[in-house]
T-cell receptor, first 109, second 114 residues
Framework: GQNIDQPTEMTATEGAIVQINCTYQTSGFNGLFWYQQHAGEAPTFLSYNVLDGLEEKGRFSSFLSRSKGYSYLLLKELQMKDSASYLCAVGGGSYIPTFGRGTSLIVHP | DGGITQSPKYLFRKEGQNVTLSCEQNLNHDAMYWYRQDPGQGLRLIYYSQIVNDFQKGDIAEGYSVSREKKESFPLTVTSAQKNPTAFYLC?????????????FGPGTRLLVL
């Protein structure tokens, strides 16, 4: 089976840095995805990690440790438009990613 | 412009009625998926299809049916057997299905019960 855990909600201040954690237990591993979803809209792809380490893409970075079953998404220089849900999805043995419940990030001035 | 379209944006269902949600993609993707999203919940997989004329049940397939007669199209029918259909429905596609491909999502259909 698959178990993916991420915090339900986080708040942060505009201009700050926030780290959203995701822990997982899966049978098999084919990579970990992060998606961003604004309220009432479709999720959009942010990052994909299959090897250990940090992947940086502009203000967003994603880290993976396969031995610890752990990933985080790091958002720098937060902007109001970053207020959204952030979904962690893990590709396990079934070849279809399983999604966590998502972390709702609220950015305030 | 390539992408995934879903229609309608909002759909109302009466008691005992079957309704069909449309999903079309022009990305030439082989794999397509249907997810259901409820408040405070992640995306739950209803059905998926790796190739034309083939589809598989996901985690919550009861009360739903699908077809995949064309590569571009993967409609979802919510039957009267689905007792709690109010939710946000998302269709997605990916190039293949090895677990390593990015999924591209449509804008979603919000289904409400009258």
């Amino acid at each position: 089976g698959q178990n993916i855990d991420q915090p339900t909600e986080m708040t942060a201040t505009e201009g700050a840095i926030v780290q959203i954690n995701c822990t997982y237990q899966t049978s098999g591993f084919n990579g970990l995805f992060w998606y961003q979803q604004h309220a009432g809209e479709a999720p959009t792809f942010l990052s994909y990690n299959v090897l250990d380490g940090l992947e940086e893409k502009g203000r967003f970075s994603s880290f993976l440790s396969r031995s610890k079953g752990y990933s985080y998404l790091l958002l720098k220089e937060l902007q109001m438009k970053d207020s959204a849900s952030y979904l962690c999805a893990v590709g396990g043995g079934s070849y279809i990613p399983t999604f966590g419940r998502g972390t709702s990030l609220i950015v305030h001035p | 412009d390539g992408g995934i379209t879903q229609s309608p944006k909002y759909l109302f269902r009466k008691e005992g009625q079957n309704v069909t949600l449309s999903c079309e993609q022009n990305l030439n993707h082989d794999a397509m998926y249907w997810y259901r999203q409820d408040p405070g919940q992640g995306l739950r997989l209803i059905y998926y299809s790796q190739i034309v004329n083939d589809f598989q049940k996901g985690d919550i397939a009861e009360g739903y049916s699908v077809s995949r007669e064309k590569k571009e199209s993967f409609p979802l029918t919510v039957t009267s057997a689905q007792k709690n259909p109010t939710a946000f429905y998302l269709c997605a596609s990916s190039i293949g299905q090895t677990g390593q491909e990015t999924q591209y999502f449509g804008p979603g259909t919000r289904l409400l019960v009258l």
